[in-house]
């Protein structure tokens, strides 16, 4: 492509709600352009990226599903039949968008978030027998989210691209053999896309699907969203929902058991501030929270100080399909004070309190003593708080905590969620009452599995993995063309490289402008075309030769250069 | 492909809600699958079929712009910018689809049904001067328009593939240069679809944005929802909607003019009613009908029995800017009768009667009388009724009509519009003031251009023109494959053929299937692959292949099967 054919420029200032370096780089380099907050349209450099990762991924997925291309709109029943039209938090429909409109049609569609809704009751159509499984059908589409932030660039849109799978087995043994097999694809499309090396498989919460976990592939990149817990000896990895955590000990075993006390601290609920206030480790403070079940109880559930309340956790562990934090006019009733100063002693006997293992092995910690302004201090087990049967995990994990299987500190990193796996078992199976037709005619249950990867947010990682200070950097295979033309006398050798290079079947950007040298040379760095070619007065009949990731250049023969840029 | 690989087998019955040819076969032999009214999936057999035709488009395309993938979800203020947010009436907007997705972003977006509204800003941010245009961009996306009725398949669709492209030039000259380049480059890609002999390009209105014509290219078929007017002599077609039309003339010169009569004929409001009643030729009626424009004046216009008034032809002639048919109020104050009875004779002076051209050149003819249940009878021009300056043509054309300016009698046929270029001048550049600087540095006027190609409609089209009562058949260069096996005993033949042919880079689907030949040969003729090859015992070590629009086939070796579909 000759730089002029492009109208869309590389930019000096761009705006300054684009906070990060993927949508910062990518926007000022003109790969992309921002319509309003997460939604952009790919503009011709940006597109011909995402061509080739949607490529990548579509050549591997091949291996093993059939592709197809599913719908946008959704009728509404189809969701309502899983009650999620009620429950998908990022869910939109559509509405006729004026009265000319809404004379023609009235209906209201869902647009699709994701594709359960759509595939289960298409693949019910066509497969009803054991024969007919296994299968997986595979589609490359627009998706719709209504994300209630979107300033990570590419990396959380409300419109982005996604390839989602969903397979289909006659048995969990089955599902899980495919499931397997999905692991290690996606493995390869990550390492295509040059993701390999910093890519890791994490567990994750399997939802209200299944027991088991779900998988996430992990590029651990600064700009990530999420937080890994990493396990250096067996390279396990969690994602923090479900990272099973133990907290540092106190190292207060040599500590002096002190007397009990209730102290008036007006107005002190926050723990630092409270901690500071009694002038003890905010360690040695407890947080005590009441939450409501779906059934009407109320149960306690307290952590060490520093430390939040994970609810999904907690919600197995009390075995409540729901958890709300009690109000203030519960908690006043139960704890006899306001907000803020709840503790495990002298509760009712209805109300049973669980306790993170990280509230033990402490000395003479404090606690709210159930009296508005007061806490207890120096409170100990088994003198003043008799000790639990069991002590929980159901803490926010956080930096410095261990993983209790191996007593090892975590790794703990940031990381962006490339793809997805998931086993769904029976849930929308049953919910679209699809079974299959068993050898003997009986039927059975149909087991699912979904896998999901977002090209566009692919592109946005890349970025964050592989650009510097000078500009965009792209791995050869992905990168928008290969050699990148500059001459800088603006002469007919330009033209002629230009030509020769794509006659050789080389994807080539000559910088044809009229402009200065520093100009282009600032561009190419950052356009970030792995190979940038510059002839000169100086270079005489060869050519500079110099990789995007490289300080140091060299003059080759046009041969040379075709040789080295398709080698 | 192997037919087992693919889960979307052939179906015997479909929905009896699929009335239309395409809509019918592509179901039966799962190439797309209904979602819900005018929303189609793409099955694999479809999807191959589609990416051929976008493939063509695409290459096309890029030889006169440059591609870009903009979004589908439009902040409202661009639409609020053209004011189009209220008038395009198959526009549709997203709201959160619950509680919990409002809770996070209440933002309602516009869902594009074009892109004038996100392409117009998008290139004011880039070019601004005279040296950036001309330029044009493409796109190839998923559209949504809430259509009112969707009844022929992917004729026409609430969600389809739409190829989009805007221009933007520094005069209306060169807006023309590109306009009719861009004819060419429509032709050729319907001549590389197989639709070259079949598409016209038609003269169809231009809308509020300018006098000139837009063209459509319509693709002749009977399914088709527009109706063309074709003059033979000069091979030039206008949609129905600008078709100059001249009704054909009556023969009664040599009638005596009779007496003028009233004559009653209670609740005769319809014309074909009252010429029986009246005993006269359906076009010796006349119907008048009164309509109020913008600023609240009253008109009258008048054709004879048998035609309609085509509103935006009428607007122009009275210089309107909208027209509202008068109510059976104000009708009743300025004819004195009831609805029905209103006529050219004795009505108050501050209504102007036009008059279609058709009215003209009658004898002893009709029309009401202004007074309810009442009919002025052989009423004859200048005894009665003083000639108009002036005759129009208002009325909507129809078979049998004639080319005023040749007299020849139209060619009328049913078409399906598979493109539409548009010259859009500066309606957009305005809305968005949108101007470049000249050589001297002066604002000046931007023009654009838009042209659309419909994709997935254009596949529906195919199937119209080319489908026979056995199945689909496919031009070979968009078929799904090109060679269909059918291995009768199942033996490793079909499995070596599948193969070798696989390796000469043919694209094979082989039936492999263990099926009753009949069966077989019947899901061949549905899927309509343009080369079957059969082996049986009965070929021996020879294969017997069929064109799938011939009735002969013939025995051939390997090697001269694959010269044969190569060639």
């Not at 809404?102 to 009803?128: C, D, G, R, W």
């Not at 069991?390 to 940031?414: C, L, S």
């Not at 080389?506 to 282009?520: C, Q, S």
Request: with cysteine.
């Amino acid at each position: 492509m000759k730089f002029t054919q492009n109208p869309f420029r590389t930019i000096k200032m761009v705006s300054s709600e684009l906070v990060s370096k993927n949508a910062k780089l990518l926007t000022q380099a003109s790969y992309i352009h921002q319509e309003v907050a997460g939604i952009y349209t790919f503009l011709p450099y940006g597109l011909r990226v995402l061509n080739k990762i949607e490529k990548i991924i579509r050549e591997e997925m091949d291996k093993v599903a059939i592709e197809v291309y599913m719908t946008s709109l959704s009728p509404k029943k189809n969701w309502e039949q899983t009650g999620r039209i009620n429950t998908v938090d990022v869910l939109m429909k559509t509405e006729p968008a004026n009265a000319a409109s809404a004379a023609k049609n009235t209906t209201s569609y869902v647009l699709n978030s994701t594709h359960e809704e759509m595939v289960t009751p298409l693949i019910q159509e066509f497969a009803h027998s054991y024969k007919d499984f296994p299968l997986c059908v595979y589609q490359i589409q627009t998706k719709f989210r209504n994300e209630p932030r979107a300033k990570t660039g590419l990396l959380r849109c409300r419109e982005f691209r996604m390839k989602d799978a969903y397979s289909f087995h006659r048995s969990p043994e089955n599902l899980q053999t495919y499931y397997d097999r999905m692991k290690d694809v996606y493995m390869t499309i990550f390492r295509r896309l040059g993701l390999g090396d910093s890519t890791v498989m994490a567990l994750a919460s399997g939802g209200d699907f299944t027991k088991d976990f779900s998988h996430e592939f992990q590029t651990i990149v600064d700009a990530g969203e999420d937080t890994l817990f990493i396990v250096k000896s067996t390279k396990l990895c969690f994602n923090r929902e479900v990272a099973p955590s133990q907290a540092p000990k106190l190292n207060d075993d040599n500590e002096e058991m002190k007397t009990m006390t209730e102290v008036e601290g007006v107005g002190m609920i926050g723990v630092t501030e409270l901690a500071k206030f009694l002038n003890i480790a905010r360690e040695k403070t407890t947080k005590t929270l009441l939450f409501v079940t779906e059934t009407g109880d109320t149960i306690a559930a307290a952590v060490r100080g520093g430390y939040a309340v994970d609810e999904e956790k907690l919600k197995k562990i009390v075995g409540a399909k729901t958890l709300k934090l009690a109000s203030a006019e519960a908690v006043k009733k139960i704890t006899q004070a306001e907000v803020g100063y709840a503790g495990p002693l002298n509760l009712p006997d209805s109300v049973k309190v669980f306790f993170d293992e990280s509230t033990s092995n402490r000395k003479n910690f404090e606690c709210g003593a159930n009296k508005t302004h007061f806490h207890s201090t120096n409170v100990n087990w088994e003198r003043d708080l008799p000790l639990p049967e069991k002590f929980y995990d159901f803490k926010v994990a956080k930096e410095g905590d261990i993983y209790p299987e191996t007593g090892e500190v975590y790794d703990v990193r940031k990381a962006c969620e490339v793809g997805n796996i998931f086993p769904l078992h029976t849930k929308f199976s049953k919910a679209f009452d699809f079974t299959y037709l068993d050898e003997q005619g009986k039927t059975q249950p149909l087991y699912m599995g979904c896998y999901g990867i977002g090209p566009s947010r692919l592109l946005g990682v890349i970025v964050e993995k592989y650009a510097d200070a000078k500009g965009l950097v792209w791995p050869k295979n992905l990168a928008p063309f290969t050699v990148h033309v500059i001459d800088i006398q603006q002469n007919d050798r330009g033209a002629e490289i230009y030509q020769k290079l794509q006659a050789a079947g080389i994807e080539v950007l000559w910088d044809d402008r009229d402009a200065r040298a520093g100009e282009k040379f600032a561009d190419a760095d950052l356009i970030g075309v792995p190979y940038r070619a510059v002839v000169s007065e100086k270079t005489g009949d060869k050519i500079e030769l110099k990789e995007r990731t490289s300080d140091n250049a060299e003059l080759v023969s046009l041969d040379e250069l075709i040789q080295r840029v398709t080698a």
